[in-house]
């Protein structure tokens, strides 16, 4: 079973640019979240979807991030424009659906992003 | 607000030594807590979690945690350490909210294993 993909690995942009980043999750996953860890901080989340719908979108930043999930499948985040305090690596993580709320996140390899 | 707490920001261990790796936990409920591992240049991968039942957890690659609800501490630990367990180690809890769900992170533990 493949596990939850990211795309790009690595990112440099530079400031007041944009970039995408993809999260595809395990497959059958309706849960997807994405997290982010900061200049070597704790990581932290950023929001949670259930299929296509946004169901916690708390921990988002700010208005410049905006992410979607078209058809309930893969995820994207684009920050725009990117300033330098967005720099730090973005993990996406994907979970099943159950009554049981304690299901086991599965995480990518996260993609690392620099804003220069 | 539920939080972890990792108080060790690096452990040193020669190999063949067992190893701890602490995680203190302040939580409203019950608790669920696991333990992820990033290996350099990877992502995270799970270990084991606590959500109900006996207090020690086995995981993978020898791993296995005490759940101590008196001391709110949730440590991980191994036998027997290798050098290819060196890498950054978390503790989470998992928050749960009618549906809302999230995991909150300790800032990280970075276990070197010397030969």
């Known amino acids: 079973e493949a596990g939850v993909t990211q795309f790009p690995s690595h990112s440099v942009i530079e400031k007041g640019q944009t970039v995408t980043l993809r999260c595809d999750p395990i497959?059958?996953?309706?849960?997807l979240y994405w997290y982010r860890r900061v200049m070597g901080k704790e990581i932290k989340f950023l929001l949670h979807?259930?299929?296509?719908?946004?169901?916690?979108e708390s921990g988002m930043p700010n208005n410049r991030f905006l992410a979607e999930r078209t058809g309930g499948t893969y995820s994207t985040l684009k920050v725009q424009p990117a300033e330098l305090e967005d720099s730090g690596v973005y993990f996406c993580?994907?979970?099943?659906?159950?009554?049981?709320?304690?299901?086991?996140?599965?995480f990518g390899p996260g993609t690392r992003l620099l804003v220069l | 607000a539920q939080s972890v707490a990792q108080p060790e920001d690096q452990v040193n261990v020669a190999e063949g030594n067992p190893l701890t790796v602490k995680c203190t936990y302040s939580?409203?409920?019950?608790?669920?807590l696991f333990w992820y591992v990033q290996y350099p240049n990877r992502g995270l991968q799970f270990l084991l979690k606590y959500i109900t039942g006996d207090n020690l957890v086995k995981g993978s690659y020898g791993f296995e945690a005490e759940f101590n609800k008196s001391q709110t501490s949730f440590h991980l630990k191994k036998p027997s350490a290798l050098v290819s367990d060196s890498a950054l180690y978390f503790c989470a809890v998992l928050t749960l909210n009618t549906g809302f769900q999230k995991l909150v992170f300790g800032t990280g533990t970075r276990l070197l294993v010397s030969p």
């Open positions: 979807f259930v299929k296509e719908s946004k169901q916690d």
């Open positions: 939580v409203s409920g019950n608790p669920y």
């Open positions: 993580a994907s979970s099943q659906w159950t009554d049981l709320y304690q299901e086991t996140q599965y």
């Open positions: 497959s059958g996953h309706d849960n």
